[in-house]
């Protein structure tokens, strides 16, 4: 089975940083694109990272471009996604899906909450 888990998560004052990690298993991690996706209670997921299987192709919503950074070690099969700059409305349930965008399997998230 397909199983995805996300640390790396929890309270923050605007302005800090928090690195993510996902651990998959039950399949062959270098061989898929990973996504981050993000939702804020009473929100829409909202789809704000990538990375193809290689790595060499990321992408990244505008909301958190040049503040986060995605990365992966496929011989850890393991997804990470480096977070700066923080802001209030970054807190969300982050979680990480198999593939290039947000309708694949997915972990069951870590709690971001940017507050001061």
């Known amino acids: 089975d397909v199983q995805l888990v996300e640390s790396g998560g929890g309270m923050v004052q605007p302005g800090g940083s928090l690195r993510l990690s996902c651990v998959a298993s039950?399949?062959?991690?270098?061989?898929?694109?990973m996504s981050w996706v993000r939702q804020a209670p009473g929100e829409e997921p909202e789809w704000i990272s990538a990375?193809?299987?290689?790595?060499?192709?990321?992408f990244y919503d505008d909301s958190v471009k040049g503040r986060f950074t995605v990365s992966r070690d496929n011989s850890k099969s393991t997804l990470y996604l480096q977070m700066n700059s923080l802001k209030p409305e970054d807190t969300a349930l982050y979680y990480c899906?198999?593939?290039?965008?947000?309708?694949?399997?997915r972990g069951q998230g870590t709690q971001v909450t940017v507050s001061s």
């Open positions: 990375v193809n299987r290689n790595p060499i192709i990321t």
């Open positions: 899906v198999r593939g290039w965008g947000p309708f694949g399997p």
């Open positions: 039950g399949f062959t991690f270098s061989t898929y694109d």
